[in-house]
């Protein structure tokens, strides 16, 4: 587990993650988190986290983008995260069919916590993964 994500919080290590990718591969983020973004469950965060790892390396890899939005905020009831890029898009339909497994592991990764993933592409409009997490109990740091 990265030691921002540990002891700053989910926000505060993708900021970090998204510096050190800018950096090394040429890639530009805007970011944003609204204000009183919750604190999550560290187990939460982690698979959040991961998600997001895996949205940036499948643009990096695939999708030949130069611009990434990632969004989170917030409402009584859910967390919701939004990531797009701007890159070349593809058919989600044989993704699935050939091998899928990151699509997959995104949704895995969500499932214990009742988190839902919908993720819409197109062929030149680039991929967006938009990401609903209840906030229940177990879902927050109550520290």
Known sequence: ?????????????????CK???????????IKVQ????SLDKQLEIAVFRVVQEFINNALKHSRSDKIEIELFHNINSVFITLL??????????????????LRNVQTRLQPYNGE??????????????????LMP???NNK
């Open 138 to 140: 177990s879902n927050i």
């Open 117 to 134: 993933v919908s993720i819409s592409s197109k062929i030149g409009k680039g991929t967006r993964f938009k990401i609903m997490i209840p």
């Open 1 to 17: 587990m990265p030691k921002t994500l540990e002891n700053f919080g989910l926000a505060e290590s993708l900021h970090e993650l």
């Open 85 to 102: 890029d701007n890159g070349k898009g593809f058919s989600i339909t044989e993704a699935m069919g050939k091998n899928g497994m990151g």
């Open 35 to 38: 204000d009183k973004f919750p």
């Open 20 to 30: 050190q990718t800018e950096v090394k591969e040429q890639l530009e983020f805007d």
